[in-house]
């Protein structure tokens, strides 16, 4: 796997223009500040250098909190595996991961849903926000021990999100650009999504009505299979 081919041309077009938070499926958790959701740590979401995140977000605050939100965050002892938060002024999102650090310009002050895709390859990383790539950086996901997986917080105490958070998807492999366009809307727990064609390195996918993440051990089964 290699992040070459989304160096020239970046991609010819953008996805359809993101949609509020209700439209872009059901599957999204409201933060007020706070709390967030906290989990186990699980090494089926320490990815190594293979592997993407995928989620819907859309801050809700005015005032500068005097901090970043946090979207998701896996931690441990030596620092973070991967944490993906919100820039104070809404202007960009920051990605952490092990001692490296990478900010991307997105403008969350519209008060819509974006959608954010991270790819992390063995050379390198490349976020997209709404199926357009918006920046490539020469750091791969960390391979550090994790004590815990936390969403709309950095680790259960700091950090809080305000806002919505949706659709948190974990993949064990980068996944193609169309790919990420064609399921961006689609909730992988209906049966109406679709068969998606990397179910089988899905790691994780939220169910936020019941406040959860339901772990894969391997291909991703949809209900009634």
Do not use: C
């Amino acid at each position: 796997m290699t992040l070459a081919r989304y160096l020239i041309p970046l991609l010819a077009a953008a996805m359809a223009l993101p949609v509020s938070a209700q439209e872009a499926g059901p599957d999204f958790a409201e933060f007020d500040g706070s709390g967030g959701l906290v989990f186990e740590a699980d090494e089926r979401l320490i990815l190594g250098p293979l592997g993407a995140i995928e989620f819907w977000v859309a801050p809700e605050w005015n005032a500068d909190p005097g901090y970043e939100p946090v979207v998701v965050s896996n931690i441990g002892p030596d620092g973070p595996v991967y944490l993906v938060s919100v820039l104070a002024t809404r202007d960009g999102i920051a990605l952490f991961s092990g001692s490296n650090e990478a900010v991307v310009a997105v403008d969350f002050t519209d008060d819509v849903a974006h959608h954010v895709a991270i790819n992390s390859y063995e050379d390198g990383i490349a976020v997209h926000v709404d199926g357009e790539l918006k920046g490539v950086f020469d750091f791969s996901f960390a391979d550090l021990p994790s004590y815990g997986f936390f969403v709309g917080t950095s680790d259960g105490e700091n950090g809080n999100f305000v806002g919505a958070i949706g659709q948190l998807r974990i993949w064990g492999l980068p996944l193609d650009e169309e790919e990420i366009r064609a399921f961006a809307t689609r909730n992988l727990l209906s049966r109406e999504s679709g068969d998606h064609p990397a179910a089988p390195s899905l790691r994780a996918v939220s169910d936020f009505s019941a406040s959860d993440l339901l772990m894969v051990d391997a291909v991703a089964v949809l209900p009634g299979e």
